[in-house]
């Protein structure tokens, strides 16, 4: 008796299922078409000058796109007949459950992706209007007296080259995915006398850089955008960029998002075979130490014209956008791996992985790379008081 109760509870399952599964389907293909539109125009205004009326007028328009589409969707009578014959459809591919959960999985897909691209909207709309749920400000902790920052190639970056005078050979060391905490707090370690230093000259607060490296390159030197749009160096900066901040780069580039350039410089890395030394010699963007100093007087110029460091970082990802949703989330994103590096847990976990991997101490590994800082010139650098002279 128990089994054959069991087999009637399965099969009212079953066809209960089955008979909510055109309605379950039929709304959540309405709530992925919602929400890709509003994330549309979500994009459309984070991605533009408008004005802020005119975004109003966009999202006004975009919401009464949505609640008529909707609405002829669910009831209208001029719609039922694209209803019905959808139904049919659906009805058809319902016969095969393969195809059917196959179907019903991709909407629910549809629905997860587009609600996450959302949700950064959401949690700053969530700031602006609750404005104790906003994260801390970053805030320096020293205040060194520093030049006004300045877009003129400073004469110190013609005393800081690249010498081998201390080289180790790193050949078949392994590290963690580059995609997760462990792997770039694994890459970016390796800088941190360097960083640390250009922080201190320039007054950041500690651990911005590094945050910035872990967001932009995962701490590769030599790793170029995924895009190939031409930025380069640990900090991901165009070439158009570069040139204004007095960087010498190698070819051309006239253009942010520059696909010419970024064949250029895979080129010049493949001829350099990925060295960082070689690299250097064609393009400063590869010199560390020239290419985080170029960016920390970006973030500088940022705060000096908003009025905070975090307006700085968002100055940095794009000048004329601070404040909107493409440069927050980049903020947000920045201070959080910012975040993992400086927490224990998460370097002793970097630490344990990599010893797995190796079988000899991360300590080892990373003061190897610390001892090779001065390779970059940063003795010089720390000597100067006036980083334009």
Known sequence: ???????????????ALKWAEPAIDKYMFIAAADLGLFYGAAEWIDRSDYSDPTNALI??????????????????????????????LNRKVDRNRKASWIKTGALAASIAFTG??????????RQDIFPRARDPPL?????????QVTRERPKAYDDVG?????????TGTKLAHKSGMTGRIQR?????????????????PTGTLAGMIMQESYGDPVQPNATDDGGLGVVHIQGTTA????????????????RNHGQQIREMLQRCNYDTACAEKYDDRAHILKVLDAAARIVREGKEKHGSWDAGIEYYRAPGKVGKNLTWRYLR???????????????????????????????????KWHSMSNNWGLKEYAKRTDLNR
């Open 333 to 367: 994103d920045v201070k959080a791996w910012r975040e993992g590096i400086q927490d224990m847990d998460s370097r002793n976990k970097a630490a344990a992985d990599f010893e797995n991997r190796n079988g000899y101490s991360f300590d080892t590994y990373i003061s």
């Open 162 to 170: 690249h010498t081998n005078g201390i080289k180790y050979d790193f």
């Open 188 to 204: 970016t370690l390796r800088w941190k006398p360097i960083y640390t230093a250009v922080e201190e000259a320039h007054g950041l």
């Open 1 to 15: 008796m128990v089994v054959h109760k069991r087999s009637k509870i399965g099969e009212r399952t079953v066809k």
């Open 243 to 258: 040139k204004l901040y007095g960087l010498d780069i190698y070819g051309s580039s006239n253009r942010d998002s520059d």
């Open 139 to 147: 805030v320096a902790t020293a205040k060194p007296q520093v030049p």
């Open 116 to 125: 996450s691209e959302l949700n950064p909207y959401f949690q700053q709309m």
């Open 59 to 88: 999202i006004a328009g975009a919401t009464a796109v949505v609640t008529s589409l909707s609405w002829a969707a669910s009831i209208s009578k001029t719609a039922r007949p694209i209803r019905e014959y959808v139904g049919r």
